[in-house]
């Protein structure tokens, strides 16, 4: 890799960076050799703050640079957080929005819309663009949505799978993190037919980041540890978005699958483990579930098949990476299976 | 309730009573009016220390009676910790075994088989005399029951279902901690037919202390920490306890159903939540499942189904108490249901 | 104890009770033989929810009454939470006030003075009454005291020095917690003129449920997590309280003692931990020490020093209740000492 | 910095790489990119085992290389784990020793004494060569310093003040954690002459890693979550090498100043937070300390003295890195001062 002076960086704008889901961005793009953040927005609170007064973290350089470059602290590397409004796009390559649901489509349709100017490629890392049918987009959030013709061309970020239209894409809707697990271990085998359609549950924990950082009694930390609950039963705006993968992967076009998923808070940070229950198509083992994952991953770099099969995933393995380990069991229920995925 | 003076007391043994299970009981029992706590058996390590020794807070008086009599500090109402061997079973009117599985088998047969002398009743703790039938008690166990003959005696202790039983026997098998709140949850359904037998799966979710005090690394608080996982995936020795309350709640005896139970192990100390997963039978709704449950618990004080159908059982709700909540959810996927269960 | 139908209850209000102090105070006056919660109040928010509605875990008879009788569930025994001024607090006995600071004393004055009706008993849980000079009042929380009148007749509730003065007091200022565990432990030395007045450090640290239900940023369980800070260096509210207590044992006044006080968030909901450091006067040892506050807390039931002068005091060992531990400890420059409580 | 191939890597070697200071060191070094981890050593139990076995985390490529060349995943860029015994240190340019407290000064003897043979570079983590006076090590850890000679060429290894002979030493010992911050807090105000030598005051506060990774119940999650304990009151061992450090910056050898540190066990992973309490000199103002402070490390790339007088330092804001940060705060007892200081 040659040293980055010779190579012309991507000029990078993180809106919302304010947020648990902003600091982690920042924290990877700070390292990324072909990358310069040139622009990062807040809210009117904390508008004109160095990165520095929202996570003090960055203050002092744990953040190393691969090109061989150190700022001298991240913060000197950062900009100031400034207005969404404020961006002259025109100068962006990439944007990255890490705003709440809703009101990104509005934000990135702005962006998006300028004529005969450039435009910078759009990561949206909300859920606003997912969702390929804008009727089960409002079904799920409430809302209708605010920018229908851009949905059409937003391609789904899952990489693994998309890779070719994510690369040429100039709008990539970032997958949710259980949505992420959930795929990456089903979808090979709803292609390869291994397993029954009908069956999938999914049963998801994680940490209390994925609550972001908005002042809620439910996150205090006195309201967390030492508890443990499910939520949103039934009614989890992951799960049409898991359906459309897995009916993609089925050949059915958006809708089709149906899923259980039933997601639940856990008294850490960080960290996601979904355990999956499927059932088997007759005559499908076990072994043949896990050649075909480890067959879908032989040459995936971030996706992991463990390959004990006794092995069995833990968050704290992948912590902090963009590793997804999983693993298959039989289950004692004859035809079903289990698969546990962390990230 | 009369003055505990005027009632003759309970002598109780607590054997093993320097683990967790043992210092819940040595609080729970402290309280009682009509208990007296005179035996107390610990290790060759710990025989001859102070209950204060093991657990400090006993020292502290964070116990107080029932009766309305406060002992100075709860260890000066306690006997000092002692060797199994040195108890005289004949002046015991109540044993709690709490020892590890498999040395309890031959300890309790020790104490019941006295000849004419008196044998007190025995409730066990451990898994040793959880499952009736000795073949399927080998197979999981590992090694052959040591006490068959006792076996045929021992009671099954969930006292909901089998409370004229565990009043009367001899030797009580105390539920473990996942079947308590599984069987409690499913075992009416399955009583009253609304719910396939052959699609049960149990994904549960327990705190720290489950694993007992044992120096193992796994139950470092440094390997615990931040970080989740499933252990025993499809192996667990809880599988085959649930499944022989299933069975006999379906007329078949102590074996016939199968379930899925896959434990999971959470960063918190103590807690369990049970998400379990099951298919209604033709034309059974979510109703009548709710219905069902509220029926068979309208007069257990223990046992509460949450009257508002969206409220979501927490583990801290009920931390620290005998209390089991429950609730039923319609699945998304037709004819599914879940049950979220907390002990 | 007589059993509670034969005696008159006390009628109990808690005014801002949503809070957990107000929930601990619930929690422990259920239990209470004496004691008849007649009135909760909340805030706007909350007024008219079930006490079950703020905290769930009193729906499932977490709570046992001591004297025999138990509620069907706590909260069958709670009224309703009101707004305070619905409360007719002429048959009211006693009121226990968990308001936010600066609140308090406007209300209090509305409840003490009420000319020749029968006005309750005050036991305020905040800040507002516990100092006694209004000038540090205004001093330290940047407002004038509201009732200076009713400040003179206000007694500092700490029992164990001031039992007379809190069963006859119309008006106790219940003591901060930080303040309870440094006077506990420094009082009795401050009396007997054992150690120096001008080096007392205080390093404290406390668990988070002291800075209460409050939806903040700074108590969210991801900012609180795997981390540890120091707050309010040298700025503390508990300072002068802690000073007004030392400087009344050392026959000053309510000033006169100036004390370091800093106090640390740990990651954990309960639990207080004060290591002080002080300096013996000449001729003073560590014995001397020891046994000054052996014999002041000898016939305290809730104060102890532990025997064994190895013992370190943990917080998990009174976790809960309403003990305080301590223990003293020789420092390895001559002639201070090290004093660690708990609580 | 030129492309890690055209420079020749370092070869090194890690004894007791299994521990948590292991696998710190690990996962700095693998990003390091002028090193290559020829060997490291485990146990017994661990010998032969892949380092992935010991840290699973290390199967998934959560390490970065730093010059551009990603291994597969680290554990492919790691030999197994072997016995120390059966490295060939001849061709081993540094060896990291983590091995426990007693045992590194024979392996280190065994190493460095090679007569003519080429000997590496041994930086200790242990406390086994931080204490020059060979006296106080034996009066601290009990035993006789198996390597005196050793010890006479071994440098302190706290960099920013001892960069020069540390560059040139052939036997480094690492100093322990609490001291780190303790020294680079105090030594340029010891130096300075500001404070006074014979009162200060190290409350300090770490989290478990720090207590390794052996099983001992004491660590066991149940027994450390949701508690907080002092831990080796006025008897750490970390007290004499502190005084050591600072009795060198006071001009007086390796003895002279005494300090108390008491150190306070946190339920958290990982994180140290000091607080000091120090006499200023006559005449020397809180400014004069932070200026002294300031100019010490104003040219230290790790070490930070926070701009704003009022932010107080927090452990989560240097987590996972090596930098350190203090600040320095005006006491309400006149001539002192309190710095907090947190890595």
Redesign the interface.
């Known amino acids: ?1 040659a ?1 980055s002076s010779k190579v012309m960086k991507q000029k990078v704008a993180i809106l919302g960076a304010a947020g ?1 889901t902003g600091s982690e961005l920042v924290r990877l793009l700070l ?1 990324h050799p072909f990358v310069e953040i040139k622009h990062l927005s807040g809210t009117e609170r904390t508008a004109g703050w160095s990165y520095g007064q929202v996570y ?2 960055f ?4 953040v ?1 640079t ?1 090109d ?1 470059e150190r700022a ?1 602290t991240p913060v000197d590397a950062l900009p100031p957080l400034c207005m969404t409004d404020d961006i002259d796009f025109s100068q962006v390559d990439t944007v990255f929005c890490c705003l709440p649901h809703a009101t990104t489509q509005t934000i990135v349709s702005r962006i998006l819309h300028r004529g005969t100017q450039h435009t910078p490629r759009v990561i949206d890392l909300s859920a606003d663009f997912r969702l390929a049918d804008v009727e089960t987009y409002k079904h799920w959030y409430g809302t209708s949505h605010l920018a229908p013709e851009l949905q059409t061309e937003a391609v789904y970020g899952l990489t693994e799978f998309e890779r070719k239209a994510v690369r040429s894409a100039r709008l990539v809707a970032n997958p949710g993190c259980y949505p992420t697990g959930a795929q990456l271990a089903l979808a090979p085998l709803v292609r390869a037919q291994l397993i029954a359609l ?4 999914i ?1 998801a ?1 994680s ?3 994925g609550a972001g ?1 908005a ?3 439910g ?13 949103a ?2 009614s989890h705006r992951h ?1 049409p978005e898991i359906e459309q993968g897995l009916s993609r992967a089925a050949g059915m076009g958006n809708q089709g699958v ?5 997601p ?1 808070l ?6 996601i ?1 979904e ?1 999956i ?1 499927i059932r088997c198509r007759p005559n499908v083992k076990v072994e043949d579930l896990r050649s075909c994952l480890e067959e879908a991953y032989r040459e995936e ?2 996706v ?1 098949v463990l390959k004990d099969p006794k ?11 963009n ?1 997804v ?1 999983m693993n298959v ?6 035809e ?1 299976a ?1 698969l ?1 995925v ?1 990230l």
Chains 1, 2, 3, 4 share one sequence.
């Open positions: 890799m040293a648990y390292r003090p973290q203050s002092f350089g744990s190393i691969l061989g001298a009908d069956d999938i549950i049963d924990k940490g209390v980041t950082r002042a809620k009694e996150n205090l930390f006195c309201e967390v540890t030492e508890g443990l609950h499910a939520y039963v039934a799960a149906i899923v259980n998923f039933t639940h856990i008294p850490m940070s960080r960290g483990l355990t229950y770099a971030f992991h092995q069995i995933p833990q968050t704290r393995h992948v912590r902090g990476s590793h380990v069991f039989a289950d004692r229920l004859s079903r289990i546990v962390v």
